[in-house]
């Protein structure tokens, strides 16, 4: 067969271009839900954080998830929190939001090994704390462990990319002085209308210009920059 096999690559590109772009609508939609109800969505996101500490120290209690690497998300999920301080604002150059990006990374890369590389020769009590034994049909499934991965580990950080706006992406205005860091930018007689822009926004919004920028460039259509 020849043809099928070209028919199948072809749906496949299909099928991840239409999943992108799905995913970049999602992101754009909840951005513009995150610029209107600010308050509601910080509310929300403290107390989400809250109640994954809770589940990570459930899962360490009862199923007996490594100590060390519970401590660690739990502390995790505090610096995570911190990025709430002025929210939606956040400035990228602070050691708050640095040691958020660089945590996420840490938490994927040590779970995922613990989960992949299970104990061989684990104490003979953990079993009967519930903890999983690889010599037994009870490892945990590939369900469990991605939403594990899901909730756990990326839903906060994927929530804060979503909801946090940078500092370089909101429009200077009176009283702007989250974004650049000088407390004297406004006057006490006159309200701030800043419009703050989600990063998932901003992305989105950056990937769209590149795309139209360089389809233009390489002739795929007519724009601003192609006009004689």
């Not at 199948?8 to 513009?32: H, P, V």
């Not at 007996?64 to 502390?75: A, E, T, Y």
């Not at 640095?98 to 040590?110: D, E, G, K, P, T």
Request: hydrophobic share 45%; aromatic share 12%.
């Amino acid at each position: 067969m020849i043809v099928l096999p070209l028919v199948g690559y072809l749906g496949l590109a299909l099928g991840f271009a239409f999943l992108t772009l799905a995913i970049a609508s999602g992101l754009y939609y909840l951005s513009e839900l995150v610029e209107e109800h600010t308050v509601l969505t910080k509310k929300l996101l403290t107390r989400l954080i809250y109640t994954i500490v809770v589940l990570q120290l459930l899962l360490s209690l009862v199923d007996g998830f490594p100590k060390r690497l519970s401590l660690l998300s739990v502390v995790s999920h505090a610096v995570y929190a911190g990025n709430l301080r002025r929210f939606p604002v956040v400035r990228l150059g602070e050691p708050v939001f640095i040691s958020s990006c660089v945590l996420v990374l840490i938490n994927h890369y040590l779970w995922f090994r613990h989960f992949s590389t299970p104990p061989s020769n684990p104490p003979p009590d953990t079993y009967s704390k519930g903890y999983y034994n690889p010599y037994q049909p009870d490892l945990p499934t590939f369900t469990e462990i991605a939403s594990y991965f899901g909730i756990c580990v990326w839903l906060v950080p994927f929530a804060l990319f979503v909801s946090l706006s940078a500092g370089d992406n909101v429009l200077p205005s009176m009283g702007s002085e989250y974004a650049t860091g000088d407390a004297a930018a406004g006057s006490s007689g006159r309200r701030s209308k800043e419009k703050n822009k989600g990063m998932a926004k901003a992305a989105v919004d950056g990937v769209r210009e590149w795309v139209s920028e360089t389809g233009e460039v390489m002739g795929f259509w007519r724009g601003e920059r192609t006009r004689f």
